[in-house]
């Protein structure tokens, strides 16, 4: 069973459409995450969730916003999509310092 | 600038042969993690090191923690095929963990 499950796989769009990708855990950690990495292969985080309540929130265009229903669930949100946002995202979850991280969203803005 | 450098950024050998990546900060870290990410997948968790000096041995992969705790290595004693992948270091700053840009490994056989 996948423990950090995330959908779509892929997801191509149009500039400025509002689209979302939803995060789902079955290891009942407490924090999850919301990561992007770039198409050098760059990760950086982007928000992190403990409990449900937002702990890190780095510099991200308010276009972006996570939901947290409950803390298996976190769920990213994007309006008015720009050429820019195309990256895979990563979702994950932890315990502690070790992060499990989801197979990822490809997301392509066209 | 990135508060952890990885080095090099791409390395492509032939089966069999020995590598080592690297990854340097001026920072000192609590511990350092290194990750293995395979082609549309997500990075998973290969080692955690703590202890300045610390060496951990994971099958053909050897795992050092500088003294300083500012700097880490990855060694892979006869590659193979199934070694390729992306290798990112990752430390906790602050609240949060921050990754290396990794080193993409790609070994032929």
């Known amino acids: 069973d996948t423990a950090v499950s995330q959908t779509p796989k892929y997801l191509v769009t149009q500039m400025g459409n509002d689209k979302s990708i939803k995060c789902e855990q079955n290891l009942g950690h407490d924090t999850m995450y919301w990561y992007k990495q770039d198409s050098k292969k760059f990760l950086k985080i982007m928000f992190s969730y403990n409990n449900k309540e937002l702990i890190i929130n780095e510099t991200v265009p308010n276009r972006f916003s996570p939901k947290s229903p409950d803390k298996a669930h976190l769920n990213l949100h994007i309006n008015s999509l720009e050429l820019g946002d195309s990256a895979v995202y990563f979702c994950a979850s932890s315990q502690g310092e070790k992060l499990f991280f989801g197979s990822g969203t490809q997301l392509s803005v066209l | 600038t990135q508060l952890l450098e990885q080095s090099p950024q791409f390395l492509s050998i032939q089966e069999g042969e020995n590598l080592t990546v690297y990854c340097n900060s001026s920072?000192?870290?609590?511990?350092l993690q290194w990750y293995r990410q395979e082609p549309g997948e997500g990075p998973v968790l290969l080692v955690t090191?703590?202890?300045?000096?610390e060496v951990k041995k994971l099958k053909r992969l050897t795992f050092q923690f500088g003294d300083a705790r500012k700097d880490s290595s990855l060694h892979i004693t006869a590659a193979q095929p199934g070694d390729t992948g992306l290798y990112l270091c990752?430390?906790?700053?602050?609240?949060?963990?921050?990754f290396g840009a990794g080193t993409i490994l790609r070994v032929k056989s």
């Open positions: 090191v703590v202890t300045g000096g």
């Open positions: 920072s000192v870290f609590s511990s």
């Open positions: 990752a430390g906790s700053y602050g609240n949060k963990l921050v």
